[in-house]
């Protein structure tokens, strides 16, 4: 563990960044490199925690004229589906993984309970939280500061695809955007940056876990960020 800044990460994944070059779904190819790299994390003797989202197949908000709530169920539904795949990869690897999810699906997951999840951790093995929070109206990203509190993780990991921090407007409508290095969770509100919801920024003043958002498209980052290199946006309480 010499040198490695953090004991226990949480690490939430764009679903997006899981179907690489395809328009949807799951990528074979784009999952195994990006297991690889959370592979090297897990062999400094980090324990890993993983929260994955489902854009790559469904967003709660894909279709106005649904019900709020069912739409947000189909997303939970989508994170299982990409929570499952990361699970066949990591063992593949020979590397043991969970998921744990927030609506219980019994003949396929394990339901979520913080107990058996620090435990999984304490052993080494990867834990992977699916279904969001199991209730409608919250993002994945709020999923990934509860789950990181409830697990005492020192640390959220926020890949993002399509960028490699957090800016001032969208770098991909404005070449002339600003990066930030370095933000607090009141910056986020009071700038009304897009980064994260402001349920998600609300939630991570009062538990004061720090974030660092960076660029997932190349997973060697997450590497980077562990080892304590400067990429990304730093969020701090």
């Not at 090297?40 to 106005?64: D, K, L, Y």
Request: with cysteine; charged share 25%; proline share 4%.
């Amino acid at each position: 563990m010499s040198g490695i800044k953090y004991k226990r990460i949480l690490l939430k994944l764009s679903g997006e960044a899981l179907k690489g070059q395809s328009e949807f779904g799951v990528d074979p190819v784009m999952v195994k490199k990006m297991v690889s790299k959370i592979a090297q994390v897990h062999a400094m003797g980090i324990e890993i925690a993983i929260v994955v989202g489902g854009g790559n197949f469904w967003r709660g908000q894909s279709s106005p004229e649904m019900d709020r709530t069912t739409a947000d169920h189909m997303g939970m539904l989508a994170t299982v589906i990409n929570a499952l795949a990361l699970q066949d990869a990591f063992e593949q690897m020979n590397i043991p993984a969970n998921v744990q999810t927030a609506i219980e699906m019994r003949q396929i997951a394990e339901p979520y309970i913080r107990r058996k999840a620090t435990a999984h951790l304490a052993k080494g093995k990867i834990v992977i939280f699916a279904a969001g929070t199991g209730n409608p109206f919250f993002t994945t990203d709020t999923c990934a500061a509860l789950r990181a509190a409830e697990i005492d993780a020192d640390v959220i990991l926020l890949g993002k695809k399509g960028v490699d921090g957090v800016y001032d407007s969208d770098p991909r409508e404005n070449p002339n955007a600003k990066k930030y290095d370095f933000l607090t969770f009141k910056d986020v509100l009071d700038k009304e940056l897009k980064v994260m919801d402001s349920t998600t920024a609300s939630l991570c003043i009062n538990t004061n876990i720090p974030i660092i958002v960076f660029g997932i498209e190349d997973p060697m980052n997450i590497v980077r960020v562990v080892r304590g290199e400067e990429i990304g946006t730093k969020l701090r309480g």
